[in-house]
């Protein structure tokens, strides 16, 4: 705790601190700015970035809050804070999250840079240890004590690994000398004996916790590992003994969850229920959530004939229950006693049912013990191999138990995160703005969304992390800042508009119109928001009010090449093509430029089955327009039917590219890539088809086909079938 305070401390005042070389970053980063000179003031923004995230990292690995920390020390190192000390950082998180392949590849950056890092050569010592590679672990915590001959953690963790290969003599030698440097205390033999009886030398660990005991009779926990040992050592005959000592336990701290738990199971097992009710009971107040309390409870009930206690504890030992190999199936017995329980209580029904699960529990319990014993012979993985006993540290190797932060430091940690979060929000902020200002608007719409994440609360930000999508293309990522904008400040017409469009340009007419409607009565002389808000409606079949819409069109803006392209469009929707090729042709001569004229034209040449003049017509649109996905997907279509199919894939290549959640482009290219036996690419097309278009039988008969020349043969029939059934759903609505 005295180093967290000093860190602290640090951490807002003092010289070069991290919060000083933030500020100069962000200081030189204005001063930039100010100046013109915009990419050395993005420079100095990211450097801010950098070390801002590698202290709030530091800030909340020391709040315990590792998942946070890794993140931002992920976060340091793309911003360019690649140092020894931020990837050991980054290490030390990703190991508390019990992530240890992940901690090996910055460790192994450190020591290729460092070998001679202790802290690097300790934590991958450790991480090895974690993965059950034992010679490595071994090797790499050596070369850490010669580096730092006093690092007792590392010491004993190379202890662990001797009892783990069963070399008991280094072991000793190991505990033996850190007695000798850090003296006789009663933590110290209590951490021994566990690591001797988590390792199997139960005589040693025994021989531990009785020197612990002549210390301090009265130390936390000591007379609870005592007793379970003797237990696990001699087993029946030392249930005296083992109960003696929880009793010892309770006696000094009476909230001992273990002592209380493993007392009420020696009484259970003596069949001495009533004296096994109260420990019990007191196990369950301790740890309400745990289920093996209720289960032992239950049973205890039962015995007594005391049949709703029972059913009550049963049902709570179920509810709590973590998964179906807890405890060897615990969960299979407790509805097996809970039917039991139920059939003495009169509640037959109920009783049968639970009686049904347990003899279905039992089979998949049977066959998970299979697959639970070959996973557990064909892995080296310590980790996966759970600790034996409740209380068992998840992380093994470490010296002491974290102590939980007093109110002090809990409270400038938290002052500490909060000011580095609003740094990074600014630094994030001022970097897209500069990036808009250059026109990218996908980073800037990156920068802003990072922003918002860490400061929801600055200016403007959900406006302008919208504005940015938008400006991107990025229709569908700009709806949620806008729906937070106008949530919080309902009459922004500028918002309204944005999502308007956005709405419209995701295919969600309804909520387009709802909102335009409302911009349009503002903004009463825009034609091409009378233009979207009519195509909306015409969308919806609401003609009526979309020839209402156009006629104030006509009003604001009288005739114009918009105008023409909406009544074309109107025109065909409700299927008059000569109508609509004649406002079409209109639109042009008007404007040889008029964007959507040519695209209608390609439609309509295409619904008269004019593939050649539909090609053409796209073609001159994506002149006008690139960028236009409709265009291009109707084009690649085009060319796919004209068995131009390499022309074709690379076209629809390109649609799903700059729009991925194209269902039917997926699905067309999908199908191409099967008929030029590219079988791979075939089911990854059409597999996401299928993800964005669930419910079309065509797209999972195709990919049904996919997997059959796959040779997935299970899958394929599936697909068919499931494509089948889809089809059998429709057709009564096909006849209405």
């Not at 040992?229 to 969850?257: S, V």
């Not at 740890?287 to 709703?308: C, I, M, S, T, V």
């Not at 409302?518 to 409606?537: C, E, H, I």
């Amino acid at each position: 705790m005295g180093s967290l305070s000093l860190f602290l401390l640090l951490l807002m005042a003092g010289a070069q601190s991290p919060g000083d070389r933030v500020r100069q970053h962000y200081a030189a980063a204005e001063t930039f700015q100010r100046g013109g000179n915009l990419t050395a003031a993005e420079r100095e923004y990211r450097a801010a970035l950098a070390d801002g995230y590698a202290t709030l990292g530091k800030v909340r690995a020391a709040q315990k809050a590792h998942k946070e920390a890794a993140a931002a020390f992920e976060a340091a190192i793309r911003y360019g804070a690649d140092t020894d000390d931020v990837l050991l950082d980054q290490a030390i998180a990703y190991f508390n999250q019990e992530q240890f392949e992940q901690a090996l590849a910055p460790l192994g950056k450190v020591l290729s840079r460092n070998p001679a890092s202790e802290g690097a050569q300790h934590m991958i010592g450790k991480t090895y240890f974690m993965l059950g590679k034992l010679a490595p672990a071994a090797e790499a915590l050596s070369a850490a004590l010669r580096l730092k001959p006093d690092d007792y953690d590392a010491a004993y963790t190379l202890g662990l690994v001797h009892l783990k290969q069963t070399r008991l003599a280094p072991a000793k030698q190991i505990f033996d000398a850190m007695l000798r440097r850090l003296g006789a205390r009663p933590q110290l033999h209590i951490l021994f004996g566990r690591a001797y009886r988590e390792t199997g030398f139960l005589a040693e660990a025994v021989e531990e916790f009785k020197q612990a005991i002549a210390l301090d009779p009265r130390f936390p926990r000591v007379h609870y590992y005592l007793g379970l040992t003797y237990l696990l050592k001699d087993g029946a005959p030392r249930l005296a003994d083992a109960a003696a000592e929880f009793k010892i336990e309770l006696a000094a701290h009476p909230d001992e969850f273990f002592a209380s738990y493993y007392l009420g199971v020696i009484y259970v097992i003596e069949r001495k229920w009533e004296q096994a009710i109260p420990q019990l009971e007191q196990a369950t107040r301790l740890q309400p959530r745990n289920p093996d309390p209720y289960f032992n409870l239950g049973g205890a009930y039962q015995e007594l004939g005391k049949y709703e206690q029972a059913i009550e504890a049963l049902k709570k030992s179920i509810e709590f229950n973590p998964s179906l190999d807890h405890n060897d199936y615990q969960v299979t017995a407790a509805h097996y006693r809970l039917g039991q329980s139920l059939l003495k209580a009169g509640r037959t029904a109920e009783a049968e049912k639970e009686l049904q699960v347990a003899a279905e529990l039992k089979d998949q319990g049977h066959q998970r013990d299979e697959e639970k014993t070959a996973t557990y012979l064909n892995s080296a993985n310590l980790h996966e191999q759970n600790g034996k006993f409740p209380e068992s540290l998840s992380v093994e190797g470490t010296i002491g138990e974290g102590s939980p932060l007093d109110d002090k430091t809990a409270a400038d940690l938290k002052a500490g995160a909060a000011f580095y979060e609003k740094v990074i929000a600014s630094a994030h902020n001022r970097i897209a703005l500069l990036s808009a200002d250059r026109r990218d608007y996908s980073s800037a719409a990156e920068q802003f969304a990072e922003a918002a994440h860490w400061n929801p609360q600055l200016e403007d930000i959900h406006f302008n992390w919208g504005l940015a999508c938008y400006k991107a293309e990025q229709y569908g990522q700009a709806i949620a800042p806008l729906e937070a904008h106008l949530k919080a400040r309902p009459d922004s017409l500028p918002a309204k508009q944005l999502l308007g469009m956005s709405y419209f340009m995701t295919d969600d007419y309804a909520r387009a119109a709802d909102l335009l409607t409302a911009v349009v009565a503002v903004k009463k002389n825009d034609a091409g928001l009378y233009y979207t808000l009519a195509v909306s409606l015409i969308k919806q079949g609401k003609q009526e009010q979309a020839a209402q819409v156009i006629q104030q069109m006509i009003v604001a803006a009288g005739s114009s090449p918009q105008l023409h392209i909406l009544l074309g469009q109107a025109y065909y929707e409700q299927g008059n093509t000569d109508k609509s090729l004649e406002e079409l042709k209109a639109a042009l001569a008007a404007d040889t430029k008029t964007r959507l004229a040519h695209y209608y034209t390609g439609m309509i040449d295409l619904k008269l089955g004019k593939f050649d003049e539909a090609a053409r017509e796209f073609e001159s649109e994506l002149q006008l327009n690139p960028g236009d996905v409709q265009s291009k997907f109707h084009l690649a279509f085009v060319r796919l039917a004209a068995q131009q199919t390499a022309e074709g894939v690379r076209l629809m290549r390109e649609v799903v590219k700059s729009k991925p959640d194209y269902g039917e482009a997926h699905y067309e290219l999908g199908k191409a890539l099967l008929q030029l036996g590219d079988v791979g690419g075939a089911v990854g097309s059409l597999e996401m088809a299928a993800r964005l278009k669930p419910e079309e039988s065509y797209v999972h008969y195709q990919l049904g086909r996919a997997y059959l020349a796959a040779g997935r043969q299970a899958d394929g029939e599936h697909e068919v079938e499931r494509a089948r059934q889809l089809k059998e759903k429709a057709r009564p609505q096909n006849n209405q």
